[in-house]
Every structure is written in structure tokens, then in C-alpha cells.
């Protein structure tokens, strides 16, 4: 199975530079599939990243324009996806920063101290959710609260899949940073876990 | 890399790495050594992997966002209509070249005289008015080498009187203008890239 996964993440970063080539060629359906085959991805960790519908749609759409402004400069030695988590994460931390930059002021000072998410009252659950929806409603709200310092590497982590490595270039965090931070982001999150009951992790 | 003592290891960012499969030959090694003796290890790599679990799924689930259906087809045209600084220099003469051959094709259409209104008049008053700001620029010049001239003789006090100095005030204000142009020609773009 890896080395099938494998196989398959080497035909689809092929494919990805066959795309930016006839994007850059001036071929109009190379970028739209760059677009429609990132589309999610990048919308799904830009909303994670800024928590509104519409902020998130407006990024994600100035996301792509600044890829295709940029596709001329895109190495094919850097993987394709990691370019674009880059460009996406430079926008969410810009539009954070421009809404009041509270949470990212903060950014510097959790590496060296300890964190605890504000307590809220446990919202009730549409009764009609099954438990393991709701258990993953509950983990997710637990993520949206983690400053965003945090949460953009659990995010990164554990919904994009990318690794040490990846996260560092996307950030410009050095590896150790990364290490460290999904090490306390997780201490955090299993504090905020038994604050609201849910057991088990 | 100088030799750590095995319990070092028990920071527990080694846990979580090790889970995430993110630790070298080397680490990898003293880790699974260390793990052998410490059960206080072993017992927080059984609580990470339950937490990275619930993790893995909670988050492997795009959040609910609905992106429009034609989202892709929408930002490619708005991407490919918009910056004029991606495009080859090829592809601009092209467009020149068609723009030129359209001029031709509707002033044929039209007539001589949509000719003369349409596209001589303008002509006329844009090299009119380039014919004057080359003027201007040249006299400007002139008296900003003329003025530079006479502060290398070490006259420099006789800039305070007659154009000279003005042409020099003038060509700095033109340059500082040329620069703001710029700017917002530039900010103009990223507006409408954005936009």
C-alpha cells in the first residue's frame, strides 16, 4: 500500500508540473485543472485557517491569482503542493495579521510558555448527530481554538497530511520549531479535551 | 552530533516524531532502544497514537465548505484576463499587431473621414502634447546641466536666481513624480488582481 501511495504521489507531482508548464505556455486549461484539483485542499485550510466562509472564499480565490502571477518562478525541484500551501499560508497569515493580529502577536511568546484555551461552555449538540459526529464536531471546535500558531500546523499535519519537512517550508518555521510546537499544540488540545469531557484520547 | 544520553529521549516530542515517522535512522534507533526499558514512554506513545487518531479523522473530513460549482472556471478566466505582467512579450506584440490590423479594418469600414476624426486627431493631439513634454523635458535637462555646470565652477550661489534653479526643482519633481506613477500604476494592478 505505501508503495503503491507512493507511486501515486510521484505520478500526481509529474502531473503537476505538466500542468504549471502549460500554464505557463499560456494553455488556459493547464492552470484551470491546477485550480480545479487544489481548489479544496486549499479552500478547506484556508477556512480552518481564518474560520469565515467569505474571507475564506475571497482568499482562496486571491491564493490562486497570486499562483498564477507567480507560476514563472515556480521551481520544479520544490513540490508543487508545498508551493501552494506556502502561498496560501503567506494569505492567512496576512489576513489575520489585518484583522487585528491578536492571535499572531501571541505567536512568540508559546514556545517558551504554557497555553490554556479559553473555556467555553459546551455548545449542546443537535441531538439527531450520531456520537462519533459529534466527537469529531467537538475535536474540530477544539482546533478552531488553538491560536493560530498552533492550529496551522496541526491542520497541516493532520488533515493535509504533510510532513515535518513540508510544514517547515510552507511556515519558514525551522524544523525544530515545528517539532516543538505540534508536540505543545497536543498538550493543549488534550487538556482542552478533558476540560470538555471528551475522553478517550 | 555529540552522543545524548538515551533518557533524553523521554521529552516527549520524541513520542509524537516517532509517531509521525518523522525521526532519522539514528533517532529512530535509540528511540525504539529506549522504548524497550521505559514504560513511562510507552504508555504516552499508547495515549499519542489514540490522540492522533481521533485527529487524523476528525480532520481528514473537509470542513463543511461549499465551494461555487464553476469556482475553477471563474478564477482561471479572472487570473488569465487580468496581469498584463505574465504575459510574454510575444503574446503583447501579437495583441499589438491584431489591435493595428482592427484600427485598419474599421477605418476601411468606416471611411476616410472616421479616419481623420477618429484616429489622426488624437494621434495629432497626443504628439502635440509629447512634442511640448519633450520640450519642457529638454529645457529642463538643459538647465539642470547648465546648473550643474556652474556649481562645478564653484559658483553655486548664482543657482538662487534665474531659471536655473528652477530647472532643477523641476526636473526633481518630475523624477519624484515619475516614481509615484509608478507606484500607482503598480498598486492599481494588485487592486485589480485582487479585485
Not at chain 2, 495629432?124 to 520640450?135: E, P
Request: hydrophobic share 45%.
Amino acid at each position: 500500500m505505501l508503495a503503491s501511495t507512493a507511486v501515486l504521489s510521484q505520478l500526481s507531482a509529474a502531473a503537476d508540473c505538466d500542468l504549471v508548464t502549460r500554464a505557463v505556455a499560456g494553455r488556459e486549461d493547464g492552470f484551470e485543472e491546477l485550480v480545479r484539483r487544489y481548489q479544496r485542499p486549499i479552500a478547506a485550510y484556508v477556512y480552518r485557517m481564518v474560520g469565515d466562509y467569505e474571507s475564506a472564499l475571497d482568499l482562496t480565490q486571491e491564493v490562486f491569482i497570486k499562483v498564477y502571477n507567480s507560476l514563472r518562478r515556480y521551481r520544479s525541484e520544490f513540490k508543487f503542493s508545498t508551493w501552494i500551501y506556502k502561498i496560501a499560508h503567506n494569505s492567512a497569515v496576512d489576513h489575520l495579521r489585518r484583522q487585528g493580529g491578536r492571535e499572531l502577536a501571541l505567536q512568540r511568546e508559546f514556545d517558551g510558555e504554557q497555553y490554556d484555551l479559553p473555556i467555553e461552555s459546551r455548545r449542546p449538540s443537535p441531538e439527531q448527530e450520531s456520537e462519533r459526529a459529534e466527537r469529531r464536531v467537538e475535536i474540530e471546535r477544539v482546533v478552531s481554538e488553538l491560536p493560530a500558531a498552533y492550529r496551522e500546523l496541526v491542520v497541516l499535519r493532520h488533515s493535509h497530511d504533510l510532513s515535518y519537512d513540508e510544514i517547515a517550508d510552507v511556515t519558514g518555521l525551522p524544523l525544530g520549531t515545528v517539532k516543538n510546537r505540534l508536540f505543545r499544540a497536543r498538550e493543549v488540545m488534550r487538556r482542552a479535551f478533558v476540560e470538555r469531557g471528551i475522553t478517550g484520547v | 552530533m555529540t552522543a545524548v544520553p538515551d533518557n533524553s529521549v523521554c521529552a516527549g516530542e520524541e513520542v509524537v516524531a516517532y509517531l509521525d515517522g518523522e525521526l532519522d535512522a539514528r533517532a529512530l534507533a535509540r528511540f525504539e532502544r529506549h522504548l524497550q526499558g521505559c514504560p513511562r514512554c510507552a504508555q504516552a506513545l499508547e495515549a499519542e497514537k489514540l490522540l492522533s487518531r481521533e485527529l487524523d479523522s476528525a480532520l481528514a473530513t473537509a470542513p463543511a465548505f461549499e465551494l461555487p460549482k464553476n469556482f475553477a472556471q471563474v478564477v482561471a478566466a479572472r487570473a488569465q484576463s487580468d496581469v498584463s505582467g505574465v504575459r510574454r512579450p510575444a503574446e503583447r506584440r501579437r495583441a499589438l499587431r491584431l489591435c493595428a490590423v482592427l484600427v485598419v479594418i474599421a477605418c476601411a469600414l468606416t471611411g476616410g473621414a472616421a479616419l481623420t476624426e477618429a484616429v489622426l486627431a488624437p494621434l495629432r493631439a497626443v504628439w502635440k502634447l509629447g512634442a511640448t513634454l519633450a520640450g519642457f523635458l529638454g529645457h529642463a535637462l538643459y538647465d539642470a546641466g547648465a546648473g550643474l555646470t556652474v556649481i562645478s565652477r564653484g559658483v553655486g550661489g548664482r543657482l538662487l536666481f534665474g531659471s536655473r534653479a528652477g530647472g532643477v526643482l523641476v526636473l526633481l519633481l518630475l523624477a519624484l513624480a515619475l516614481l509615484m506613477l509608478r507606484h500607482l500604476i503598480a498598486g492599481y494592478h494588485r487592486a485589480r488582481a485582487l479585485e
